[in-house]
């Protein structure tokens, strides 16, 4: 490994990279082998049979209608909203470190999508007619109903997904070309494909940077609007404990910090395995756990605002749901939502903690664990304890639940996987405008610096 | 018409106002609570006449009742002042209906004469519309139902048997309440008369303490029943605007 | 572009082909099956596809003998609802009465005749013809002796109960029994003792103001349950302006308990003390002005409610209290089953009950006590119900080899009697047992030869409901679909048999339906003596579904002689010491399985029950402070054991009944029956304990104690309801009686403002 004291030279990236493209050990068809495997095991086999049966396969039972499926799609887009933020948000704050992840980040955001989108599918009574939700002209002369907040959420991810992947794709351009340059045979066929021509001239670079600032400013509302719509699933209704005003802003803020949680497993796991530890720097690191840190205690404000409101009410409907959440059931997942999400994150505080890889990996894990556990008890818990009591219900996950979860994130893995060999997870140009111009002979000193 | 004009006259019939509030009729049930006695008549006789489907112990341990209309028990006090009181909950048909703002698919909608009514064959089975009922009336088909023959024998053929994966909930049997329009139809384009139609919960209660009608007469026996200074509706300020109205329960030794 | 070879080629297609295989079967798997719609080629002329053909019937499912109006759709029965003609029901139907539906297309119903081929109570039938069974049958009745022939059958009225009659009587024998767990023996005995009268009357909850009961849980399953819920309804709101006050009194709540205005927890069998001390309150109050008041006075003077105090667990005020409502109230009324009668001085308690009847003055009154008149027919009836004692006697002629054949009707006492009766093992000491029962139950698993019967919505019968409305009913059971199986009536079976051995003169008729034809045109011939046009009377009656005629008792009822003098009330006895076995046993008849009948039908096992939400399942009901005390929560499995046996069954935490009373639904705990009804639940009639009312003969059903012990494991209560208090959200919400009158209650949201057609007033909300 190379010590940060030794200057990197564009050469040094561009190798690393294209050997992180093409050079596979054994090691990576191995768990490509593994993600593949799970997911068929976990995530397909499962849902054919739930498909064949009918949602009884889950535990989801009357009232709680909703179960893991739900909280695992709402999961997954929260996750998504990692790359928005660091290749978005990040970009128009002009910050140096983002340059390095972004690129995995945003595939996170892609894959998380596509993730979500399928757990919609398993979700679904009879989803071989999910395409009624679109609106396309057809035969019965009807229109899906547009004041559903479920129909806003098609059209919110819909919009998400098709921006996230124009934006991924056009910011790759010029690593696709770089690629190209410096590989054979079919890859070099793909790349030549894929860069659609690129020939690195100072227009197209203008071009470039122009369309990527204008699609990322495009994408950074959806952020705050896809997640807010997201959760207007459960806030436009009259159901006591989803139907609260700070819904919006506690599901944006509850999906960027499991976001920025997923990026930090998803940096530890690149730079052990693909040989990224020039690129991906204990700074990166130390940034993102300030970031978590701020999401953290943004999120336990959030949680205390919706204890609090709900002991003030006075009502019985308010009451009892938080005393179920904190003392019936589900008490036990509570408590781990709070010291994972909550109390744990507490150690961010420490500057020693934010730069040790393996600590932040474990953190990050709890996090999302936690995270998780939180959409799952948004779900749980209210729908146990409406508004007539003797409906109220306990729901337990079946197993065929808890091995679709596993399943989601074995093919979120999967596709991880496959886009770590197809593109450059670490964007080249970027990174090169981390680092000084290379001296060169002759060169005055003030025209190598920027 | 073509297509522009079309969208813009139906356009202008949806904003008029009182769009939603025009029935041809208003079907409105009351339930006098002092006349319940918890009997479940009322359940076995719209199982017989819906075509509910047996679920079976299994999966009611598992919770996954199927009940259109379902008796709720609440004890109040302690021995030896305990006191049970019933209250018999179906889909109270709101005007103002929680679930059909949140069909991604328009499965439920409000029909012409007041009715929240489900059609089967457009539910995708999101089971948004269970979730945003307050009054948890909406069931979900879990999974294919059978009858040990011949016990399918006895299905209405008036009404659908329902596949795996749809929502549905009572319709104030519908299938009769078609059939009574028809029936006046054919007589010659008069009203449906008041007691011609009743939902088959509403026509067996031994206590008689379900009445069944067109709100729109204020001759009706429904609507007398329901200007009753009794008359409520259970959670009432969530403002879902309910047809079925509840008359309170008389506690005879209180004020 | 990509160089594909011959081999990836293939390869690739055989991924493709199997990948689109595997997604085509499930496709195929997740549709349903193709069904072929074939139509007839020469359509049946007896209904019109698409268009319902209905048929007036009687329920069969219990006593009460509702009317019931059947929707067939193509020669299918659809829907089962109370004919809006029939006095008893008035278009009303209970939910067991729906069922009856589950009954005709129940999957376990016996096919065809059949005969026992391996050993007694094995299961091993096998199908014969009715030509061999009826043969076998004949024969060994021809072979019996005199009096050793046993008809044990459900409670039947009518022409068939006539018929029944009839065949005994040519069959030489005497025993005839009808047997029902839940006749009301104490009842008509009371009634017998206190007013000298041989039949039930009615009692008028419709029209009274006033309703005092003593443990009869009128609304579910005491004599006419769907006539009383009307008559409540009625008397809670249908009267203007005044509504029905309701007072119940027993140590379980029951649902007329819940519906009552007042319940009243007393120990069983004490519910007599209590009555004799609310007479003797409005007796020395100077409520009752009749000529005999003196002797009343005379007879009452030991029970003063000081002393029914503390016998009852009622105090003194209350029972004062009572005293002076029931009194005041005009008309009030008083009546009593359910724990009170089913007791070991069940009888005492209810002339002790029917007295407050005749002290306030109700007896042949609206809202009060109305005696009927004689049944047109199927009145002997009445003296054949059978009690425990009677089946106690079958048991010992059994023992004593007296038994020759057994003939069974569709009644179960196998199930529906102690263990501690020794039925069953004297039912092995029976050479021949012929079921005619529709359904293999317990008792009819220990039969040699089945020959089945029609379901009373497949075959001819008729009734009588008794007790009656106060005027004399009658309606005739006819077929509503063609018989699905090659069963056949009931009467036709009788008249077969009669017909193999020979009983042509004394019983001349080829089938029910000519039984029926004559004995109705007797009935014609009673009110319209035009000859000729009964033909007309008889398609009247069908299609109306029932007759009556407007006859009422004449004559005034007075006190049998001697009945105030020996008005008093003996000590209940219970059967175990209180040491061992602290609780008292209260089985009380389910809603929904009545005494066990219900358990097949899958409607009624999802039905769930009223006061606890249960389905499913057998449970124990027991105080909350008596199960904190034991450590007991819902879902603790226990062991219930009395003297005579023990059974197994969760405990559900019931607020309103004594702390020292269990109660168990009875219905469960078949071991036959079919597949709904095996092997579920425990049967509380089995541990009871051999104790009956000396006066009637009645079993004494909550006079066992019992002892529950914790077996440390749980049982999976399978309930359908959730949280059974209100927590404060005003789900059901009560008013007091005076708001009820006319002073407005709030409404809680925006009113519905009623949109008036045409020309009519506008009423504000």
């Known amino acids: 490994m190379q010590t940060e004291e030794k200057q990197l030279q564009f050469t040094d990236i561009h190798d690393d990279v294209v050997r992180s493209l093409v050079v596979t050990g054994r090691n990576y068809y191995i768990a490509l082998g593994c993600a593949i495997f799970v997911t068929l095991a976990c995530f397909f086999f499962p849902w054919f049979y739930q498909l064949y049966y009918g949602i009884g396969a889950a535990g989801v039972n009357s009232p709680t209608v909703w179960g893991t499926y739900l909280a695992s799609f709402i999961f997954w887009i929260g996750l998504s909203h990692s790359g928005t933020l660091l290749s978005c948000v990040l970009h128009i704050t002009n910050s140096q470190w983002r340059k390095a992840m972004y690129r995995s980040a945003e595939a996170m955001t892609l894959f998380s999508l596509m993730v979500a989108a399928t757990m919609v599918m398993v979700h679904l009574g009879r989803p071989w007619f999910i395409h009624w939700a679109v609106p396309y002209p057809n035969q019965m002369e009807l229109w899906p109903n547009f004041r559903s907040p479920l129909l806003f959420d098609v059209m919110a991810i819909t919009t998400y997904l098709t921006g996230s992947s124009i934006f991924i794709y056009m910011g790759s351009i010029p690593d696709f070309a770089a690629v190209r340059d410096r590989t054979t045979g079919w890859r070099h066929h793909m790349y030549t494909l894929l860069s659609l021509g690129w020939r690195g001239t100072d227009t197209e670079w203008h071009r470039l940077g122009w369309a990527y600032t204008f699609l990322a400013v495009l994408i950074i509302p959806l952020a705050v609007s896809v997640h807010s719509i997201v959760s207007w699933d459960f806030a436009m209704s009259i159901v006591p404990g989803l139907h609260q005003t700070i819904f919006a802003p506690y599901f944006v803020v509850g999906a960027i910090y499991s976001g920025t949680a997923g990026i930090v497993t998803v940096m530890f796991v690149l730079r052990k395995y693909m040989n990224f530890e020039q690129y991906i720097t204990k700074l990166h690191f130390d940034n993102l756990g300030k970031l978590l840190l701020v999401l953290s205690l943004l999120w336990s404000y959030i949680n205390i605002l919706e204890l609090f409101t709900g002991w003030y009410s006075g009502t019985s409907t308010e009451y009892e749901q938080l005393k179920y959440k904190l003392f019936g059931f589900y008490a036990p997942l509570y408590w781990e939502m709070i010291l994972f999400c909550g109390v744990a994150p507490l150690l961010l505080i420490s500057n020693k903690f934010r730069t040790s890889f393996v600590p932040m990996l474990a953190l990050s894990i709890a996090i999302n664990i936690g995270m998780y556990t939180e959409r799952f008890l948004i779900i749980a818990t209210t729908l146990s304890r409406q508004y007539l009591p003797e409906s109220w219900r306990v729901y337990v996950p079946s197993v065929v639940e808890l091995s679709i979860i596993v399943g989601s994130v074995a093919m979120f893995v999967t596709l991880f996987l496959i886009f770590v060999k197809i593109f450059p997870s670490v964007s080249i140009y970027e990174v090169k405008e981390t680092m000084k111009i290379p001296k060169r002979e002759g060169v005055p000193e003030w025209q190598t610096t920027h | ?255 | 572009m990509a160089n594909v070879d011959r081999r990836e080629f293939l390869r690739l297609v055989g991924a493709g082909g199997v990948g689109a295989g595997a997604g085509f079967m499930l496709a195929e798997s997740i549709k349903h099956p193709v069904e072929y719609l074939i139509p007839y080629p020469v359509p049946p002329e007896e209904f019109s596809p698409g268009i319902a053909t209905w048929y007036n019937s009687v329920c069969g499912m219990c006593p009460a003998g509702c009317g019931i109006s059947v929707r067939t759709r193509e020669g299918r029965a659809k829907k089962i609802e109370g004919n809006p003609l029939h006095p008893v029901n008035q278009g009303k139907l209970c939910a067991l009465g729906h069922a009856g539906l589950q009954v005709l297309y129940n999957p376990d119903r016996l096919t065809g005749p059949m005969i026992q081929n391996g050993e007694r109570g094995a299961d091993e039938f096998v199908k014969t013809t009715w030509e061999d069974g009826l043969s076998r049958t004949a024969d060994r009745l021809a072979a019996a002796r005199q009096d050793g022939i046993y008809f044990l059958t459900q409670g039947v009225r009518g022409h068939l109960a006539n018929l029944f009659e009839l065949f005994m009587g040519e069959l030489s024998s005497d025993r005839l029994l009808h047997y029902d767990f839940a006749h009301p023996h104490a009842l008509y005995a009371a009634n017998k003792r206190l007013f000298g009268e041989h039949q039930l009357p009615y009692y008028d909850i419709r029209n009274t103001r006033y309703l005092l009961s003593f443990g009869a849980d009128y609304l579910t399953n005491w004599l006419s349950p769907v006539h009383h819920s009307l008559g409540f309804g009625h008397s809670r709101h249908g009267n203007d302006g005044v509504r029905g006050r309701f007072v119940q009194i027993e140590p379980r709540m029951s649902i007329s308990g819940a519906a009552a205005d007042e319940w009243i927890p007393a120990r069983p069998g004490t519910e007599g003390f209590l009555a004799l001390s609310v007479a003797h309150r409005i007796v020395a109050d100077g409520h009752y002005e009749g000529d005999d008041a003196g002797e009343w006075r005379k007879a009452l003077s030991a029970w003063s409610p000081g002393r029914a105090a503390s016998l009852t667990g009622v105090s003194e005020a209350t029972i004062s209290r009572l005293a002076r409502e029931f009194a005041r109230a005009d008309p009030a009324l008083a009546i009593g089953g359910g724990a009170a009668a089913n007791h070991t001085n069940g009888v005492d308690n209810l002339v002790a009950v029917s007295a407050l009847n005749y002290l306030v003055g109700n007896i042949g009154k609206p809202g009060g006590v109305v005696f009927n008149p004689e049944p047109v027919t199927g009145a002997s009836a009445i003296d054949r119900q059978a009690n425990y004692r009677t089946m106690q006697k079958l048991v010992e002629d059994a023992r004593d080899g007296k038994i020759d054949v057994l003939i069974v009707n569709n009644t179960n006492p196998a199930f529906s009697l102690p263990l501690a009766s020794g039925f069953r093992e004297a039912m092995a000491a029976i050479p021949t047992i012929v079921s005619l029962s529709s359904f293999i139950d317990e008792t009819t698993l220990m039969a040699d030869v089945l020959l089945p019967s029609h379901t009373y919505l497949e075959g001819w019968a008729d009734d009588m409901p008794e007790p009656g409305v106060g005027f004399p009913v009658g309606a005739i059971s006819q077929p509503v679909v063609a018989p699905l199986y090659n069963s056949r009536s009931t009467g036709d079976i009788v008249l077969d048999l009669s017909g193999k051995l020979g009983f042509n003169e004394a019983i001349p008729w080829t089938s029910m339906e000519d039984v029926l034809k004559d004995g109705w045109r007797r009935i014609y011939e009673r009110g319209a003596p035009e000859p000729g046009d009964f033909d007309s009377f008889w398609r009247d009656v069908l299609v109306s579904g029932v007759w009556g005629e407007n006859v009422r008792r004449g004559d005034s009822v007075t006190i049998a002689p001697g009945a105030i003098e020996g008005m008093a009330v003996s000590e209940p006895r219970l059967a175990g010491e209180s040491g061992d076995y602290p609780f008292i046993l209260h089985p009380y008849l389910s809603s929904s399985m009545y005494d066990g009948r219900g358990a097949n039908l899958p409607w009624m096992q999802e039905l769930p029950d009223p006061m606890t939400s249960i389905v499913y399942g057998t449970w124990v009901e027991m105080n909350p402070v008596t199960a904190k005390e034991m450590g007991l929560t819902d879902g603790d499995l226990v062991t219930v054991t009395s003297g005579t046996g023990s059974i197994e069954a969760p405990v559900v935490v019931f607020p309103a009944i004594m702390p020292d009373v269990v109660a168990m639904p009875i219905g469960q705990g078949h071991d036959a029956l079919g597949r709904y009804a095996r092997n579920r639940g425990a049967n509380p009639i089995e541990i009871l304990a051999p104790e009956t009312d000396s006066a009637s003969g009645n079993l004494a059903t909550s006079a066992t104690r019992v002892a529950l012990a914790p077996t440390g494991r749980r049982a999976t209560l399978v309930k359908t309801g959730g949280e059974s208090r209100q927590l404060g959200r005003g789900i059901v919400q009560s008013t007091g009686s005076r708001s009820s009158r006319g002073h407005s209650a709030k409404l809680n949201s925006i009113p519905i403002v009623v949109e008036v057609a045409e020309s009519a007033v506008v009423e504000s909300a």
């Not at chain 2, 009769?176 to 028809?182: C, H, L």
């Not at chain 2, 001759?219 to 309910?242: C, F, H, I």
Request: aromatic share 10%.
């Open chain 2, 1 to 255: 018409m073509n297509i522009w004009d079309r969208f813009v006259s139906s356009w202008r019939e949806f904003r008029k106002d009182g769009y939603y509030d025009e029935f041809d009729y208003a079907w409105t049930m009351t339930i006098d609570l002092d006349r319940c006695t918890g009997c479940g008549a009322c359940v076995t006789a719209c199982q017989a006449e819906n075509n509910i489907p047996i679920v079976g112990e299994e999966q009611l341990g598992r919770g996954r009742e199927m009940q259109w209309i379902r008796i709720e028990r609440y004890w109040e006090g302690e021995y030896p002042n305990a006191r049970l009181k019933f209250i018999p909950m179906l889909c109270q048909q709101c005007d103002a209906a929680p679930c059909e703002t949140v069909c991604p698919v328009t499965a439920t909608y409000h029909n012409q004469d007041g009715l929240n009514a489900q059609v089967y064959n457009r539910c995708i089975g999101t089971r948004s519309c269970a979730v945003y009922c307050p009054y948890t009336v909406r069931y979900f088909n879990y999974n294919d139902h059978r009858w040990d023959a011949p016990l399918e024998q006895q299905l209405n053929p008036d009404v659908t048997v329902r596949e795996k994966g749809v929502m549905e909930k009572c319709t104030f049997c519908v299938q009769r309440i078609r059939q009574a329009k028809d029936q006046a139809k054919d007589d010659g384009r008069r009203r449906v008369r008041d007691g011609e139609v009743q939902p088959a919960c509403v026509q067996t209660c031994p206590s008689e303490a379900l009445v069944f009608g067109d709100r729109k007469d204020a001759s009706n026996r429904v609507s007398k029943s329901m200007n009753d200074a009794r008359a409520y509706r259970v959670l009432g300020e969530l403002n879902t605007q309910p047809s079925v109205i509840y008359l309170k329960k008389v506690d005879a030794d209180a004020d």
